[in-house]
């Protein structure tokens, strides 16, 4: 999924996190980078459910604590992250 996310592939990178939900319904971070890179396909709707639902299962996530300690390294990756999370609708 990350790897899919740093390289702008976001249809995959929501297949990817698709599967890993079926696997891992309450894997949080599947739900996260998905409803990022749904919001960045302007598939907004989607990607606020996906949001919603990891914060539901991590009540901690925001886009602040995100931005303190990012998944991602270079600074476009971490930009693009943050852009579709608040896209997504991600508390702030």
Known sequence: MNAYFASAEYEH???AADKA???R???YGAHYISGAALALLG???EAGDRVRTA???NPR?????TARNPMFVRADDVSR???G???AGTPA
């Open 43 to 45: 598939r907004i709707e």
């Open 21 to 23: 939900i079926q696997m």
């Open 25 to 27: 319904p309450n894997f």
């Open 61 to 65: 996530l925001t886009v602040a604590n």
């Open 85 to 87: 999370l608040e896209l």
């Open 55 to 57: 914060c539901e299962l």
């Open 13 to 15: 990178c929501v297949e």
């Open 81 to 83: 992250l943050l852009k």
